[in-house]
């Protein structure tokens, strides 16, 4: 990381902006699949069972929530420092152009 360029860590940036809007839609697929596999556990066996199930998957999904969070806040850190900006600095629109305008060259 320390051979980063500043269109490499632009890059880091863009991309992690982009993991991050869908970070939503895979917790919502993932909170729907892990609703419809506790209902199924819970129909066939006992309702305990499903209940365990929901519990166990969802804390298992809060987990990787918080991972994906922490990576994402990481590679922008990272982006920011290969810039030479400061890791405090706002990510504003008129930020975000210009890190677009350093990506594309």
């Known amino acids: 990381m320390a051979g ?6 632009a890059q880091r940036i863009l991309d992690a902006r982009a ?7 895979r917790t919502v697929f993932g909170g729907v699949a892990i609703a419809i596999i506790a209902i199924g556990v819970g129909v ?3 309702w305990h069972f499903g209940l365990a199930t929901a519990l166990l998957c969802g804390l298992l999904l809060q987990y990787a ?9 990481a590679n922008i ?10 890791e405090a600095s706002e990510l504003d629109e008129e ?11």
């Open 4 to 9: 980063m360029s500043k269109r490499e860590g």
């Open 19 to 25: 993991s991050s809007a869908k970070l939503r839609g």
């Open 44 to 46: 066939l066996t006992s």
């Open 65 to 73: 929530i918080e991972r994906m969070g922490t990576i994402i806040e």
């Open 77 to 86: 850190a990272n982006g920011l420092k290969a810039m030479g900006w400061k």
């Open 95 to 105: 930020a975000m152009e210009k890190i677009q305008r350093i990506a594309n060259g």
